[in-house]
């Protein structure tokens, strides 16, 4: 076979292993696989809740998987189903829900007015919840914006603000968190506050590294571990305590000296009738997308589904593996498949387009060049890689030099962070559309037989 016709073998590989990763975590699916109705018993991993007991049934669906899932629950409870609050990111709905439901479209990565008002929808459905009722919470990726209700004393432009002054700072989820929790009603326990004394089941479609309940969708209804201090000491630690607005550093410093409350603690008993089920994660795409590998032929190696840091940093290190593999056949014989997930950042400096999977693929294309027999692919499970259309890009050892000959310097966008632009003229952008699911990235790297 032909070098040529051996990478768009890889290629057509890779894209349908990552497609096998995403068919793995449909939203819909996973409440089927967990969440069973015999009679008036539902069941639940094991759980059964009676129905009849309860005098009302809400669901709160919440992230870029809730309208997949608050379906698959409407389906399932049919006219047991009371009433329910849905908020997701606008283009996410495939469908409208019947007439019980309240349904917000809100912005992402940036909160917008319809996130205060899909926050408040949430809490006031919650707080009217009581100890005879039963809310079924259908939690994913993405409600941490979806959802934003900021404290008294605060905006929503503070939290705009802090949002993407964070962001752009390269800031991991769990310090982009620890900081947003203190700052808003209904993160870090919030909304579990306003739902007690009611039982509360929620299923979680897990986008964080780890699948930390307090962490995923900024933890609604889990207990939060991180204080004011922790909060203090992010952006402290970015540089920014003097560049967020003034209200914001007040508020920490109030909360630093013990004038307002911490967020909801473990042990509080605020959570005595909270319950959690992880329903859908990162590892089971990641498996999924070993299976289709060694389906295909390849010889599938897991590299770990804890990938975190600078999306230039980890392609380096996928791309010194891919060398390896090719010269050594270590740590996996050829054809190798090597899987990661996870979730890296870009500490944005140019004023291009991107997102950090594209990011992490075209710095790995630049580490590549020249090395035959390989392709380096890399999504975000959402379908959304930063602000683009795109979920991330593909790229192998010769894209470096496809693009030289478009007039592109490689290493010029991705100083610029320009992969979109990169990757666009090449034709090696990968669009799926939003897919209903978010459980952070996956990245596949495909090193071909001898």
């Known amino acids: 076979m032909s070098v040529e016709k051996e990478e768009h073998a890889l290629r057509r590989d890779a894209l349908q292993i990552l497609h096998a990763a995403l068919g793995a975590v449909d939203p819909s699916a996973a409440v089927r696989r967990h969440v069973r109705r015999e009679g008036n018993q539902l069941l639940i991993e094991g759980e059964r809740f009676d129905l009849e007991r309860y005098r009302h049934v809400f669901v709160l669906a919440l992230g870029k998987a809730a309208y997949p899932m608050a379906y698959a629950l409407q389906v399932l409870l049919g006219r047991r189903l009371d009433r329910g609050v849905l908020v997701t990111k606008y283009g996410h709905l495939a469908a409208a829900l019947d007439e019980r439901w309240t349904v917000v479209e809100a912005g992402h990565p ?45 905006s929503l432009s503070d939290l705009q603000a802090v949002t993407d002054l964070l962001l752009r700072a390269g800031a991991t989820i769990h310090e ?50 991180s204080t004011f201090q922790d909060a203090w000491r992010v952006l402290n630690r970015y540089g920014l305590l003097e560049r967020v607005p003034l209200p914001v550093r007040l508020h920490l410093e109030a909360g630093l000296h013990g004038r307002i409350p911490e967020t909801p603690k473990p042990g509080d008993e605020i959570f005595q009738r909270v319950f959690h089920h992880i329903i859908a994660s990162n590892r089971l795409a990641a498996r999924a997308a070993l299976e289709e590998a060694a389906r295909l032929g390849y010889h599938p190696l897991l590299l770990s589904t804890f990938v975190e840091g600078e999306a230039r940093e980890v392609a380096r290190v996928i791309a010194a593996i891919a060398k390896e593999i090719a010269t050594t056949d270590q740590p996996v ?118």
């Open 176 to 225: 982009l968190n620890a900081v947003r929790k203190h700052l808003d009603r209904i993160k870090g326990g919030g909304l579990a506050r306003f739902a007690y004394p009611a039982t509360v089941v929620t299923l979680v479609l897990s986008d964080v590294v780890g699948d930390d309940l307090s962490v995923i969708a900024s933890g609604p209804m889990a207990a939060d571990p």
């Open 333 to 450: 014989p050829r054809p190798a498949c090597v899987v990661w997930g996870g979730e890296t950042t870009v500490a944005v400096r140019g004023s291009g387009r991107g997102g950090r999977n594209q990011e992490l693929v075209l710095a790995a294309a630049i580490a590549l060049q020249g090395w035959p027999d390989l392709v380096v692919a890399s999504i975000g499970t959402d379908g959304i890689d930063g602000p683009t259309d795109a979920a991330g890009a593909l790229a192998d050892g010769e894209s470096v030099h496809r693009a030289y000959l478009l007039g592109l310097d490689a290493m010029a966008h991705l100083h610029a962070n320009d992969a979109y632009a990169f990757f666009e003229a090449l034709g090696d952008l990968i669009r799926t559309g939003p897919t209903g699911t978010n459980v952070n990235d996956i990245g596949v790297l495909l090193v071909g037989p001898k």
């Open 110 to 154: 940036v909160p917008d007015e319809n996130s205060v008002r899909g926050a408040q929808a949430l809490a006031a459905l919650a707080e009217q919840a009581g100890p005879e009722d039963l809310i079924l919470c259908a939690l994913s990726g993405g409600g941490s914006a979806l959802a934003t209700w900021p404290v008294e004393g605060l």
